[in-house]
């Protein structure tokens, strides 16, 4: 199984500015990475798929980045509504694996 | 648009078995896509269970194999999730999903578009 490890565990950002989280596959994937995102009661949503592919009505402040073993989602002037948990999966492996999440918080 | 929601018994007792329903809507199931089930918990994450290929052919998490069936309600859009012998290890808020697809040929089983709300289930004694 692949693990994937996501970097920070929080991130303290205001509004405006850029947030920058990590992901660290144990294996390579090639560009199988996606990000979702989650919001409180809520299921997550696709952000980015295949590394760096927006998904459908996804905004162009989310950019994806990397290959292999290291991948970055960078928010541009993040909102309000951008605050949540962000997870990282990989899709290369039989066995698709989650990582544990960043938290993006109000600073 | 596609919207997917889960349905089914919110408490179970050890050793029962979890069915869980996901009803969709806005496309028929059996006309394309994987379909497929995740579980969430504070100490795992999120977990890929299994899917069904439109065409009915399953894939499982391999440490659920033999615990685990995903199929289609037979004459209705629902697919469901059944996980026999359950502990409170299973305890999670439980997704329905639709795997993503990037043209005709092109389509994942563990990589999902759209998703259900969320049901939560909790194996208690």
């Known amino acids: 199984e692949i693990v994937m490890t996501q970097s920070p565990a929080t991130q303290s950002v205001s509004p405006g500015e850029a947030a920058t989280l990590s992901c660290r596959a144990s294996?390579?994937?090639?560009?199988?990475l996606a990000w979702y995102q989650q919001k409180p009661g809520q299921a997550p949503r696709l952000l980015i798929y295949?590394?760096?592919s927006r998904a459908t009505g996804i905004p162009a402040r989310f950019s994806g980045s990397g290959s292999g073993t290291e991948f970055t989602l960078t928010i541009s002037g993040l909102q309000s509504e951008d605050f949540g948990i962000y997870y990282c999966?990989?899709?290369?492996?039989?066995?698709?694996?989650f990582g544990q999440g960043t938290k993006v918080e109000i600073k | 648009q596609v919207q997917l929601q889960e349905s089914g018994p919110g408490l179970l007792k050890p050793s029962e078995t979890l069915s869980l329903t996901c009803n969709v809507s806005?496309?028929?199931?059996?006309?394309?896509?994987?379909w497929g089930w995740i579980r969430q918990t504070p100490g795992k994450g999120l977990e890929w269970l299994g899917s069904?290929?439109?065409?009915?052919?399953?894939y499982y998490r391999p440490s659920l194999v033999g615990r685990v069936n995903i199929g289609f309600h037979m004459s209705t859009n629902h697919f469901f999730l059944e996980l026999k012998s359950v502990t409170a290890a299973d305890t999670a808020v439980y997704y329905c999903?639709?795997?993503?697809?990037?043209?005709?040929?092109?389509?994942?089983?563990?990589?999902?578009?759209?998703w259900g709300q969320g049901a939560l289930v909790t194996v208690s004694s």
């Open positions: 999903a639709r795997g993503l697809c990037l043209g005709t040929a092109d389509c994942y089983k563990d990589l999902f578009d759209t």
């Open positions: 806005g496309y028929s199931i059996r006309s394309g896509f994987y």
């Open positions: 069904i290929w439109h065409s009915g052919s399953t």
């Open positions: 294996q390579s994937v090639s560009s199988k």
């Open positions: 295949d590394a760096s």
């Open positions: 999966q990989q899709y290369n492996n039989w066995l698709g694996t």
